[in-house]
Antibody, heavy 120, light 110 residues
């Protein structure tokens, strides 16, 4: 049974960096069949895919155009987890953030979701 | 990139069938058979109901089925039940190696 445990601060100040971590159990971040995603949800933007990382002989990183210039998603093989770093945040980045595993282009396991508020 | 287009709401009586459409472009829904559907109940994470247009994950009722024609994918729920009342989202892989979601459809069981 795959489990994803999300951690990180619930409050970030404008212009600062939002950092979240997703710890994986029951699978490996280095899996050759899975990809590891960050997705957020807000009333104004609905569900929004932010990006993902996956390993296929080498590491791949894919990002949504809307956040590409200020986002880094990185794996940590020593801790079997992956992280999201979103720079220069504004109140528009306030959302529930999810991490999720996808196989065959469907996210079958999701973390519990965490509300991140951007406010001074 | 614009979100996929879904109707805001769909309703039906118990036992009926309903269909939710998801319209994209030739660069996403129309290009790949990588369309997924998610069910979300209030304050819960989305749950994968269909992937690769028509495939059901283990444990998902066969009352849920999917199809695609051109740039439009569809989710059909047959034998509608009270527990099916939720928000439903489609998503698709795109030719830009990104994923986009639909705006969501609220299903109401009358």
């Amino acid at each position: 049974q795959v489990q994803l445990q999300l951690s990180g601060p619930g409050l970030v100040k404008p212009s600062q960096t939002l950092s979240l971590t997703c710890a994986i159990s029951g699978d490996s971040v280095s899996s050759n069949t899975a990809a590891w995603n960050w997705i957020r949800q807000s009333p104004s933007r609905g569900l929004e895919w932010l990006g993902r990382t996956y390993y296929r002989s080498r590491w791949h990183h894919e990002y949504a155009e809307s956040v590409k210039s200020r986002t880094i998603i990185s794996p940590d093989t020593s801790k079997n987890q992956f992280s999201l770093q979103l720079n220069s945040v504004s109140p528009e980045d306030t959302a529930i953030y999810y991490c999720a595993r996808d196989i065959d282009a469907g996210c079958d396991y999701w973390g519990q979701g965490t509300l991140v508020t951007v406010s001074s | 990139q614009s979100a996929l287009t879904q109707p805001a709401s769909v309703s039906g009586s118990p036992g009926q069938s309903i269909t939710i459409s998801c319209t994209g472009t030739s660069g996403d829904v129309g290009f790949y058979n990588y369309v997924s559907w998610y069910q979300q109940h209030p304050d819960k994470a989305p749950k994968l109901m269909l992937y690769d247009v028509t495939k059901r994950p283990s444990g998902v009722s066969n009352r849920f089925s999917g199809s695609k024609s051109g740039n439009t994918a569809s989710l059909t729920i047959s034998g509608l039940q009270a527990e099916d009342e939720a928000d439903y989202y489609c998503s698709s892989y795109t030719i830009s190696s990104t994923v986009i979601f639909g705006g969501g459809t609220k299903v109401t069981v009358l």
